[in-house]
């Protein structure tokens, strides 16, 4: 069973690591690679090793995401109260698609409405906003989300992909337990500012993409061998070219201290963020119980301070070639 850890001071306690559930349902392969029964299977296992830290949004699917989960849930007996349910508002939708991004009270509140609604529970264990909207004060943003905190029907509350400044406005209205944003051996745009700041305010850190979109693993592939819709074929520049050579060089640090330590490599890429604090609790996504199982193992994995420094420096962002993300997607990040 995994450990616990707590994010921010205000009382969540999770798993020591999550499951990020987005891959079911979107981003990653295609339709037909999808399987609802394994994806539930998957959610079911990983309740029952204790990863208990269950990550969705309304925008997977958009939608969809949430009503898996919401049914998971609902056929495992006793799970809702064993599990704690992050999720995130954020955009307009039109025609099915996300249409950019919206913090206005009144949709934080039919958001939030929705999600509840799709995940078949009376309460959203730990509500982010997904993007900072520019057009929305922050003030009244956090407003609106501590008003649903003082109703019951959030708990606690995060931002997601928040830069300095709104990190602030935000615990300065009400206490925000969680950032969830990148952060891994592959990204780490985070340490300079942003990790120091969380910990001035006590605000706990939920990396996403931990294994690097398969840098870390071993089982990247070049951006053209993705098929149509995937988001490494057109929003990652790192897939492309010459920077995938390159920084298939900068990761073989990670598998060779793997097979030294008789790991798996994605074991190593989790175990190196575990030891950058107890206040960092990773959610690696997964469709497959085999996957969730070798991520879950990672809590047990050592790490000593000269392979930590290791890691450091042959990931080093200087060796990591390429922007994390194509312009489009990157002009929504606010920093």
């Not at 913090?103 to 999600?115: D, L, N, T, W």
């Amino acid at each position: 069973m995994l450990k616990t850890r707590k994010l921010g001071t205000q009382g969540l306690e999770v798993s020591s690591l999550g499951l990020g559930l987005m891959g079911m349902s979107q981003s990653y392969g295609t339709a037909e690679e999808r399987d609802e029964r394994e994806s539930i299977a998957t959610i079911h296992r990983a309740v029952g090793l204790g990863c208990t830290f269950l990550d969705t949004a309304e925008v997977y699917g958009p939608y969809a995401n949430e009503e898996l989960l919401g049914r998971a849930l609902k056929q495992l007996k006793g799970a809702r109260e064993r599990v704690t349910i992050a999720t995130k508002f954020g955009f307009n939708f039109v025609n099915g698609a996300s249409s950019g991004v919206n913090s206005q009270p009144a949709h934080i509140r039919a958001a939030v409405e929705g999600s509840l609604a799709r995940l078949q529970t009376d309460r959203i264990d730990l509500l982010y906003q997904h993007r900072v909207d520019p057009n929305v004060p922050m003030e009244d943003v956090v407003g609106t989300m501590a008003d649903l905190v003082r109703e019951g029907k959030v708990r606690y509350l995060g931002l997601s992909e928040a830069g300095e400044q709104n990190i602030r406005r935000a615990h300065a209205v009400h206490p925000i337990s969680a950032l969830q944003s990148e952060y891994s051996l592959w990204e780490r745009n985070l340490e300079p500012r942003i990790i120091p700041l969380l910990r001035e305010l006590h605000i706990g850190l939920v990396p996403f993409s931990p294994l690097g979109r398969g840098f870390l693993t071993g089982t990247a592939k070049r951006a053209e061998e993705y098929s149509e819709g995937d988001f490494r074929r057109t929003n990652d520049p790192r897939y492309q070219g010459a920077n995938f050579d390159a920084n298939m060089r900068a990761a073989s640090a990670v598998h060779d201290l793997a097979a030294r330590k008789k790991v798996t490599s994605g074991q190593v890429a989790l175990a190196w963020l575990l030891h950058k604090g107890d206040d960092i609790v990773p959610i690696p996504g997964t469709k497959r119980r085999k996957y969730l199982e070798e991520n879950v193992a990672a809590d047990d994995v050592h790490l000593s301070r000269d392979e930590m420094a290791a890691l450091d420096a042959a990931l080093a962002p200087e060796n990591v070639v390429g922007n994390r993300y194509s312009p489009k997607v990157a002009a929504m990040i606010d920093r």
